[in-house]
């Protein structure tokens, strides 16, 4: 575990305040969660999630060939489909639009996706005014912060954060009451949406058989963003795709009993292409991105790649014990909890923070309530793998290193040379290769790694210099 991961644990596990809204946060959405799920409720439930598990294996296992039919839907609807490997890619295409439509201002609905590539900081560099529209999202955007959750993003603060927040960040009144901060928001972000150029969205699932982009929110700003700008863009990772319209409904079932205990989210929009021409609203123009970032990567492991059947509806977070201590900030990425305790190794690598798998009791409570039936204790063990193979790995390379250093020193310093020279062509095997008579302390650890893969030759029973002397006499 390195050092800052440990630092910001102990930071958020000696914060009282911090701990009581985490937990309670949590504690609700678990239990809005159970009454939805129950089986007098809704008695298929265990029977759709595997259903949908299903789907998405059979998507994710055959994805080339559903992002090139939902690539031919969006063109036939007049939309414009574009390709980026990474989040550079996305920001240009982005910033091309902007720079040939003379816009200044975007809006944003909520979008995990764009928080992962820093979208927001990428526009703002080169001039642009990137408002985020989703009321959490727009509060910690006004606090320069990440998200605390995937779905509630804003859960770490209280409404007398909110009110300090505005107070310095929108020069209002000390406001506590929730449904004026409310109001205070809204009266801001009416604004933006009246004189937005673009609005940019996520998107939960990406429908391959209509080209369709399908967004489920509950504040209504996710149609204001797609719907009042002239020019909507949607930003996905290439896994949001689903094959079918109709299997849509099996992931709505899920998705917000799943986040937040709805029966079904309070907005549900479809979106297949620019305003027709017997449409009253909508864009003129409609552009959807496909995002790989380290995704294409994850499909080479067969077990692994289940990763990519996340929905994002941070039910892991809520029943994960640890997420329930240590809290979202506390992990090194925009993805927390046990999703992204298996996401962000594999999208960084192991190396970039060795003790996030582990950051993990392996209670199994993530894997009984992800909808879509992610084993995720089984994919933390091969990440724990992962990591002792690589510390075995970096153990040896350092050992070469060590080696090379000493082997340099020895080199570049020619009496040094010509004596260790001698030595070794005394104690060496004599006409035979390292391998097939290698000395016992070389037959140990990182030195016979290292040798199993290279061949080292005995030394001559004479050096050059010795042999140059005697041609001499």
Known sequence: MSTTFDRKIDATLSDPRLQNAIYKATGRL????????DSDVLPEFEELRTQANAVKRHTIENLDWYLEQFERNVLAHGGHVHWARTGTDVADVILGLAKSRNASLIVKSKSMTTEEIDLNERL??????????????????????RPYHIVA??????????????????????????????????????????RADIGISGANFLIADSGAVALVENEGNARLTTSAPKVHIAVAGIEKLI?????????????????????????????????REDEVDGPEEF????????????????????????????????????????????????????????ITPQFHGVESEPGLPFASSLCGACAEVCPVKIDIPKILLELRADVKASEKRHAVNEAERAVFRTFAYVASRPKLWQRATKLAARLGPRGQGYLKKVPGFMNVGPVRAWLSQRDLPAPAEKSFREMWKERGR
Request: aromatic share 8%; with cysteine.
């Open 30 to 37: 678990m239990s809005h969660r159970k009454i939805a799920v």
């Open 124 to 145: 703002e560099h080169h001039g642009l005014e990137s408002v985020e529209t989703d009321l959490g999202e727009y509060i910690i955007q006004l606090k320069h912060e």
């Open 153 to 194: 993003p804003a859960l770490h603060l209280t409404r007398y954060d909110v009110a300090n927040v505005f107070e310095k960040k929108l020069g209002v009144e000390n406001e506590t009451e929730i449904e004026n901060q409310t109001m205070i928001a809204r009266r801001v972000l009416r604004d933006k949406f009246l």
């Open 243 to 275: 094959p079918r319209a109709q299997d849509l409904a099996t992931f709505l079932k899920l998705l917000g009993r799943s986040g937040t205990g709805q029966p079904l989210t309070v907005y549900t929009s479809f979106l297949s292409g620019p305003r």
């Open 287 to 342: 552009h959807v991105i496909l995002l790989d970032s380290g995704r294409t990567k994850l499909l080479a492991d067969p077990d692994k790649r289940q990763s990519l059947y996340c929905i994002r509806c941070g039910a892991c977070l809520n029943h994960c014990p640890v997420y329930r201590k240590i809290g979202g900030h506390s992990f090194p990425w925009v993805y927390s909890g046990p999703i992204g305790a298996i």
